[in-house]
């Protein structure tokens, strides 16, 4: 009987129906357009995601865009956690040469937040104006939404054809 019961066990674990009943959060390995995760950023904030995009390495930050996407406007933050695994090396070489690469990239999202802690003894105009607006990334928080990076899936050059982010 003990027998029986840990083959079915085995079998159901290994039965691709079954096993997927399991998964709780989203498939990682869905890729998400910049769009997809611009327009609907609350439904992926503080997740692991996947994103295909441009990544542009200027002189005080970087980011991703689309050209396809609100105008080829830069729209997210990224910032790279110690020890990012996967192509690393790739993307530094791409963008060593082209100061862009189109990119997959694996990490934690961060959509707009409001300031948790406004400083109590801030002018009264000030204090209300910060926990009203939501806080940025980036350099002077130009940015709504930040990706922090933890892998690299894949780092690819950008055709010529294809036009720059708009600041």
Not at 138 to 164: L, Q, Y
Request: proline share 5%.
């Amino acid at each position: 009987m003990k027998l029986l019961f840990s083959l079915i066990i085995v079998t159901l674990s290994f039965s691709p129906t079954f096993a997927q009943k399991g998964t709780t959060q989203k498939q990682i390995s869905d890729v998400l357009s910049l769009c997809e995760l611009a327009d609907n950023w609350k439904d992926h904030n503080r997740n692991k995601i996947r994103v295909r995009a441009i990544l542009v390495s200027g002189a005080e930050q970087t980011w991703l865009y689309d050209p396809a996407c609100k105008n080829g406007e830069a729209l997210t933050y990224v910032s790279f956690r110690q020890h990012v695994k996967g192509a690393m090396k790739r993307l530094d070489q791409i963008i060593a040469k082209d100061r862009r690469t189109q990119v997959i990239l694996e990490g934690i999202f961060y959509g707009p937040e409001p300031y948790k802690k406004v400083d109590s003894k801030l002018p009264a105009s000030i204090r209300e104006r910060l926990e009203k607006s939501p806080k940025g990334y980036g350099h002077m928080n130009s940015f709504k939404t930040m990706i922090e990076v933890t892998k690299v899936i894949e780092a690819a050059e950008v055709p010529h054809d294809v036009p720059t982010s708009k600041p």
